[in-house]
């Protein structure tokens, strides 16, 4: 038990003395510590003092540089202040030597002026009084003329007018005559000047339409069944679209006979339609024929809108949109309505251009020209006006309205548009092969040209070429010598002028030719 507790009071006493002996070890570790601490401290301190003193010098330097800098700055304000200053003050200088410049030329002319002014009423008084003489003299004169001629100054005057008024009308007479008939010869030289270019400009479509269309079978045997029991499909088909339909013995083939362009191609593409199918009996055939109308319908629209784009005509009422593309199923004289008013509008808008008028309504003129040519229902107004009611009924300018219906001077015309429309009308209609009965007088004038030809000895062949602007003439190389051939071309184109009637000029071309034929045998 002793022996434990000494133990134990060792062990505490060792406990103790171990922990005073870390005590003193961690003393004297500290003071190092803080003797090594003070010494970085120091070296910091240091360290830190020579960075202040150099970042000071560094500021230094630059708050010396900056004042400079502004210094400067200040400087080159005060001179360009002072350079001002010096400058306003010149002026000012030159201004005042310039005013007291003026002052004294103003000064100068201020008394040449009232020397001048003195000297103008000194004068102005002297022919006053010259001027009271003259009046005296020009009244004794004037009375010893009353008294010489018996009348009086106031009779001799109205006498003189007279003569003056007389004179002067007789010289005016004659000068408005001569410029009327110089307006004349000048108006119609720019007038056939316009037309020509106008016509050389424009490229011309040539389309002939008939009243029959034919339409082509595959055998002869679907003429039955086109006829039908009876014939009643035939005539389902005429009562349906209006047009008359002829079966006779042409092979493969029948034909559709109608005025109205658009009733004969709802035909043709109805029969197409119900060959094509092989049904064909009334039933079917009102359904094809409606369903046919409507696809014709839908295509006139829009070959009316497509017409207009062409031509840059905006704005349009649909109503007369369906008009224009109506036009395309009618023909005029043979020729083509659609093509007729297309061509026109390209006319008026080229003549427009060249006489400074607006294109643009022009050419709205001249497609809309010949609308009355398609009315939906028969009418005993003439087409012009109709037309021209149409135009007026969908809004358009009165100008293009009047042009409408004067085109063949059935109103009288108010505008430059409507000449123009009807000039433009007759060179479309009046083309070589436009219409057939210029294409026959056009083909008989060639044929005459021929015979003329052939009207001297001589000759064995003639060809008008050229539109019948040159004839060939071939001749006998016995019968006409070289010199014989110079004289007949010479009489021929002489007989053409004096006994045909042609426009422009036609050459005449005699061709002799000699051959010698031998055969080797």
């Not at 507790?5 to 500290?30: H, M, Q, Y």
């Not at 003071?31 to 360290?47: E, G, N, V």
């Not at 079917?284 to 295509?299: C, D, F, N, Y």
Request: proline share 2%; charged share 30%; with cysteine.
């Amino acid at each position: 038990m002793d022996n434990m507790l000494i133990t134990i009071i060792v062990g505490i006493i060792a406990l103790v003395v171990g922990f005073l002996l870390a005590k003193l070890l961690e003393k004297s570790n500290a003071s190092q510590l803080i003797k090594s601490a003070k010494k970085r401290a120091a070296t910091i301190t240091k360290d830190a003092v020579k960075d202040a003193e150099s970042i000071k010098k560094d500021k230094i330097l630059q708050a010396k540089e900056k004042f400079i800098e502004l210094k400067s700055e200040h400087e080159k304000v005060i001179l360009n202040r002072d350079k001002k200053i010096s400058d306003a003050e010149k002026r000012t200088r030159d201004k005042e030597s310039q005013v007291s410049n003026e002052l004294a030329k103003n000064k100068k002319l201020n008394d040449e002026v009232e020397k001048k002014t003195k000297d103008y009423d000194e004068r102005l008084l002297f022919f006053q009084k010259k001027q009271k003489e003259v009046d005296k003299m020009h009244k004794r004169q004037v009375e010893q003329l009353e008294v010489i001629s018996s009348l009086s100054a106031e009779d001799a005057k109205e006498q003189l007018l007279e003569s003056i008024k007389d004179e002067t009308k007789t010289n005016a007479m004659a000068f408005i005559q001569n410029s009327m008939e110089e307006a004349k010869l000048t108006a119609q030289q720019e007038a056939r000047k316009i037309v020509i270019n106008t016509i050389q400009r424009i490229g011309t479509e040539e389309s002939i339409d008939n009243c029959v269309s034919v339409f082509n079978l595959e055998s002869d045997d679907v003429k039955g069944r086109i006829i039908g029991r009876e014939g009643r499909n035939i005539r389902a088909i005429e009562a349906a679209t209006g047009v008359e339909i002829i079966v006779d013995d042409t092979p493969d083939a029948i034909i559709l006979s109608c005025f109205d362009s658009v009733r004969r191609e709802v035909a043709r593409l109805s029969l197409h339609k119900l060959v094509t199918d092989g049904r064909i009996h009334p039933a079917r055939i009102e359904e094809v024929v409606k369903k046919t109308s409507k696809q014709i319908e839908e295509e006139i629209i829009d070959v009316g809108k497509r017409t207009v784009i062409d031509l840059g005509i905006h704005g349009l009422h649909p109503e007369l949109i369906k008009a224009v593309g109506r036009m395309k199923f009618r023909s005029s004289y043979g020729q083509n309505l659609l093509q007729h008013s297309r061509e026109v509008s390209k006319l008026c808008g080229v003549m427009a251009a060249e006489l400074g008028l607006n294109t643009k309504l022009a050419k709205r003129a001249g497609l809309l020209h010949d609308i009355g040519k398609v009315p939906d229902t028969e009418t005993e107004l003439p087409h012009a006006l109709l037309g021209m009611q149409w135009a007026e009924k969908y809004g358009e300018k009165s100008e293009v309205c009047n042009a409408i219906g004067a085109h063949h001077d059935e109103i009288e015309m108010t505008s430059l548009l409507s000449p123009i429309v009807q000039v433009c009308d007759a060179i479309s209609g009046a083309r070589p092969g436009a219409r057939r009965q210029v294409l026959d007088s056009y083909i008989q004038r060639l044929k005459d040209l021929e015979d003329v030809a052939f009207g001297f000895s001589g000759v064995t062949k003639a060809y008008a070429i050229q539109a019948g602007r040159e004839l060939r003439v071939m001749v006998e190389s016995e019968k006409v010598s070289d010199d014989k051939a110079a004289e007949l071309s010479f009489s021929i184109s002489q007989k053409i002028q004096t006994e045909m009637t042609y426009p422009g000029q036609v050459k005449v071309t005699v061709i002799r030719e000699t051959r010698a034929v031998n055969i080797a045998r």
